[in-house]
């Protein structure tokens, strides 16, 4: 029985003890520990109570890539599952591609969708504990999304272009891959080009210009050209008319300069053929041009011809100065173009004037520069721009000539003023001794003064705009150095890279170059090619730097053609894709209004940037306006049946009714 007794006791006291400490945690939450002194008579148990570990898994989305087709929205399930209590839920999405912050604390209940983003995604998700705490946990996923066309952007269906100006037309294009190298390219080439024509480095959105030099005579009329963008998968074009309007161009007169005629001796007539051409009219012999003189002052005493020449002998009673002017005009267009007035012109003649000053006298004396700044010149800088002027009289009464020199080379002509100005900078990367000279003329003696400069050199930069190396004058100054602007013609055929080498088409450095370049693309022995073209500065800065290559290895194909399954150049022209564009027919894309290049419709859908819109059967998109109609004509059918069955009514009445009529009467 005492040990019935003292058992229970035991039972009661741990039991006891038990709540005690759970008692104790509730009101004392954190470490609850006991301690107890070896040796002493009483030994106490030590426990510690350690606060519950909480967590969550998130189930999806997975640490793992998925897949999405072009056009799709990138929703993905979100759900977690935790293994506490949670007061509230969030996230947060990254994509990690860009370093951006999609989405910043965005409050969600579990068993919801997410919006991801292509390529690489973050999603962080918190957990609020209910007593506080948060936990949180992350996942990184990949959204893949098949390789899409590339998209020009709007381009002129036909742009209009002067003859003698040249175009600078812009268009870009995007690529919602990023991934992919861009290129593009107008074609045919030559007089039209496009810079840049290669991005690199992932970009979504390019932009180029179609460009070209100052258009000539030659290139007048209709010019058909397809632009196009590639990602070297897929392709779009746009197709454009180019037109280049003519004009009528001015007669093109020198200049007569400053004449002097003397009473006595020799040089006593002027003896003077105009030098004129003209683009449409021809030379001053060709017939097609009309000369006009006329004296500006004092009586006229000679004439021009119908072909542009001038002759007199003077005398004593022609002494004195004379200024003259002639004029020439040409014919007018054959074929007047409907948009010239874009030129700014009619298309009708055209008229140039030139004066110049004519001196009779007994005794000529030499123009003399009465002034001129500046007085000297030490050293510049090759940029610094150096401001020159001068006055000069001639006294025989002669408006003097100006002519002025750079290091002997003519570079400015200033006629019919006696105030003369010029401009000029030498550039940068030129120094060392140079010099400027002015001199006038009355057509026949001479006055001058010139001027010794040095010049620091000044570094130039890579690309600086103006124009090239030196030169000036006429208030203008040039100064930097010349924006090189590259453009190349197409790759020529590829040829034989063995053959190349034995004609002396290509050295021994580039066949070394161009079959390691074939080993690298994995083309061997009897299909390396080499391919050569011309490139050339738009802006005739008569620079190499940065020059594009000339010369590449290629798949050599002997007889190429559009069905050789290569990417190649025949035919005057390059493919774009293999066996389409340029030469052969034009590639699928998705701008052509046709259903190909495995598209889902016609120009969408498949490696189309876009998907198809949803096709509706008429049932279903017209579905109230056929219940409405159907109401309708049912209850008119309803009207007709009951109008029938009334009139049957009628009519079976009045048949009943008649016989008995009849019976009655007999």
Same mark, same amino acid.
């Given at each position: 029985?005492?040990?019935k007794k003292?058992?229970?006791?035991?039972?009661?006291?741990?039991m006891?003890?038990?709540?005690?400490?759970?008692?104790?945690?509730?009101?004392?939450?954190g470490?609850?520990?006991?301690?107890?002194?070896?040796?002493?008579?009483?030994?106490?148990?030590?426990?510690?109570?350690?606060?519950?570990?909480?967590? +969550?898994?998130?189930?999806?989305?997975?640490?793992?890539?998925y897949?999405?087709?072009?056009?799709?929205?990138?929703?993905?399930?979100?759900?977690?599952t935790?293994?506490f209590?949670?007061?509230t839920w969030?996230?947060?999405?990254?994509?990690?591609?860009h370093?951006?912050?999609?989405?910043?604390?965005?409050?969600?209940?579990?068993?919801t969708?997410?919006n991801?983003?292509r390529w690489?995604?973050?999603?962080?998700?918190? &957990?609020?504990?209910?007593?506080?705490?948060?936990?949180?946990?992350?996942?990184?996923?990949?959204?893949?999304?098949?390789?899409s066309?590339?998209?020009?952007?709007?381009?002129?269906?036909?742009?209009?272009?002067?003859?003698?100006?040249?175009l600078?037309?812009?268009?870009?294009?995007?690529?919602?891959d990023?991934n992919?190298?861009?290129?593009?390219?107008?074609?045919p080439?030559?007089?039209?080009?496009?810079?840049?024509?290669?991005?690199?480095? !992932?970009?979504? +959105?390019?932009?180029?210009y179609?460009?070209?030099?100052?258009?000539?005579?030659?290139?007048?009329?209709?010019?058909n050209?397809?632009?196009?963008v590639?990602?070297?998968?897929?392709?779009?074009?746009k197709?454009?008319n180019i037109?280049?309007v003519?004009?009528?161009?001015?007669?093109?007169v020198?200049?007569?300069?400053a004449?002097?005629?003397?009473?006595?001796?020799?040089?006593t007539?002027?003896?003077?053929?105009?030098?004129?051409?003209?683009?449409?009219s021809?030379?001053?012999?060709?017939?097609?041009?009309?000369?006009v003189?006329?004296?500006?002052? !004092?009586n006229?005493? +000679?004439?021009?011809?119908?072909?542009?020449?001038?002759?007199?002998?003077?005398?004593?009673?022609?002494?004195?100065?004379?200024?003259?002017s002639?004029?020439?005009t040409?014919l &007018?267009?054959?074929?007047?173009?409907?948009?010239?007035s874009l030129?700014?012109?009619?298309?009708?003649?055209?008229?140039?004037?030139?004066n110049?000053?004519?001196a009779?006298?007994?005794?000529?004396?030499?123009?003399t520069i009465?002034s001129?700044?500046?007085?000297?010149?030490?050293s510049?800088?090759?940029t610094?721009?150096?401001h020159f002027n001068?006055?000069?009289?001639?006294?025989?009464?002669?408006?003097?000539d100006?002519?002025?020199?750079v290091?002997?080379?003519?570079?400015?002509?200033?006629?019919?003023?006696?105030?003369?100005e010029?401009?000029y &900078?030498?550039?940068?990367g030129?120094s060392g001794?140079?010099?400027?000279?002015?001199?006038?003329?009355?057509?026949?003696?001479?006055?001058?003064?010139?001027?010794?400069i040095?010049?620091?050199?000044?570094?130039?930069?890579?690309?600086?705009?103006?124009?090239?190396?030196?030169?000036?004058?006429?208030?203008?100054?040039?100064g930097?150095?010349?924006?090189?602007?590259?453009?190349?013609?197409?790759?020529n055929?590829c040829?034989d890279?063995?053959?190349?080498?034995?004609?002396?088409?290509i050295?021994?450095?580039?066949?070394?170059?161009s079959?390691?370049?074939c080993?690298?693309? !994995?083309?061997?022995?009897?299909?390396?090619?080499?391919?050569?073209r011309?490139?050339?500065?738009?802006?005739?800065?008569?620079?190499?730097t940065a020059k594009?290559?000339?010369?590449?290895?290629?798949? +050599?194909?002997?007889?190429?053609?559009?069905?050789?399954?290569?990417?190649?150049c025949?035919n005057?022209?390059?493919e774009?894709?293999?066996?389409?564009?340029?030469?052969?027919?034009?590639?699928?894309?998705?701008?052509?209004?046709?259903?190909?290049?495995?598209?889902?419709?016609?120009?969408?859908?498949?490696?189309?940037?876009?998907?198809?819109?949803e096709?509706?059967?008429?049932?279903?998109?017209?579905?109230?306006?056929i219940?409405?109609?159907?109401?309708?004509?049912?209850?008119i059918?309803?009207i007709i049946?009951?109008?029938?069955?009334?009139?049957?009514?009628?009519?079976?009445?009045?048949?009943?009714?008649k016989?008995?009529?009849?019976?009655?009467?007999?």
């Open positions: 029985m005492v040990i003292i058992e229970a006791g035991l039972v009661w006291f741990f006891g003890a038990i709540v005690l400490i759970i008692f104790s945690y509730i009101l004392f939450p470490n609850l520990y006991l301690t107890g002194r070896a040796g002493s008579g009483i030994g106490l148990v030590g426990l510690t109570v350690l606060e519950p570990v909480i967590s +969550f898994i998130i189930v999806s989305p997975e640490n793992t890539t897949n999405f087709g072009i056009g799709d929205v990138y929703n993905l399930s979100l759900n977690v935790p293994d209590d949670v007061d969030w996230y947060s999405l990254y994509d990690l591609r370093d951006l912050l999609i989405n910043d604390s965005v409050v969600f209940t579990p068993n969708t997410i991801a983003v690489s995604n973050q999603l962080r998700v918190y &957990a609020n504990h209910t007593v506080g705490t948060i936990v949180n946990k992350n996942v990184t996923f990949s959204i893949v999304v098949p390789n066309a590339p998209i020009l952007g709007s381009i002129d269906d036909h742009i209009y272009v002067c003859e003698n100006n040249s600078y037309s812009y268009f870009n294009a995007t690529d919602v990023e992919s190298l861009i290129s593009v390219d107008i074609n080439k030559d007089p039209f080009y496009v810079s840049p024509t290669i991005f690199l480095g !992932g970009q979504t +959105f390019v932009e180029s179609i460009i070209s030099e100052a258009f000539l005579k030659t290139d007048v009329g209709s010019h050209e397809v632009i196009s590639s990602d070297q998968e897929y392709i779009d074009t197709n454009v037109t280049i003519e004009i009528n161009n001015p007669p093109n020198n200049e007569i300069g004449q002097t005629v003397w009473l006595n001796g020799s040089g007539s002027l003896d003077k053929a105009v030098d004129v051409t003209d683009v449409e021809g030379n001053r012999t060709s017939g097609n041009l009309s000369f003189l006329n004296f500006l002052n !004092g006229r005493f +000679f004439d021009i011809t119908n072909d542009g020449y001038m002759n007199f002998s003077s005398n004593v009673s022609l002494i004195g100065s004379y200024n003259i002639v004029c020439v040409d &007018a267009l054959s074929a007047i173009p409907s948009n010239i030129c700014g012109q009619n298309g009708l003649n055209q008229t140039t004037c030139k110049f000053s004519l009779v006298t007994a005794n000529n004396r030499a123009p009465v001129y700044y500046p007085s000297s010149i030490g510049v800088a090759g610094s721009t150096i001068a006055s000069e009289v001639d006294p025989d009464g002669n408006i003097p100006a002519y002025w020199y290091d002997g080379s003519l570079v400015e002509s200033d006629i019919g003023s006696s105030v003369d010029f401009n &900078a030498f550039g940068c030129v001794a140079h010099t400027v000279e002015l001199v006038v003329s009355d057509g026949l003696l001479t006055d001058s003064v010139l001027w010794p040095t010049v620091a050199n000044i570094e130039c930069p890579v690309s600086v705009p103006g124009a090239g190396g030196g030169g000036g004058g006429g208030g203008g100054s040039i930097a150095k010349c924006l090189v602007n590259w453009v190349c013609d197409d790759w055929i040829q890279s063995e053959l190349s080498l034995k004609l002396g088409i050295s021994g450095k580039d066949y070394r170059v079959k390691d370049s080993e690298a693309k !994995g083309l061997i022995e009897g299909i390396c090619g080499i391919q050569i011309n490139c050339f500065d738009l802006n005739g800065c008569n620079s190499t594009p290559q000339e010369f590449q290895s290629c798949y +050599f194909v002997e007889g190429p053609s559009c069905f050789d399954g290569v990417k190649n025949h005057d022209g390059c774009l894709l293999v066996d389409c564009g340029g030469p052969c027919n034009p590639c699928a894309t998705c701008s052509d209004k046709v259903k190909n290049q495995g598209e889902t419709g016609i120009d969408c859908g498949g490696p189309c940037p876009w998907k198809c819109e096709v509706v059967p008429f049932t279903k998109k017209y579905f109230l306006q219940i409405l109609i159907s109401i309708i004509l049912l209850i059918l309803i049946i009951i109008y029938i069955i009334k009139r049957i009514m009628k009519l079976k009445k009045e048949l009943i009714t016989p008995r009529k009849k019976k009655d009467e007999i």
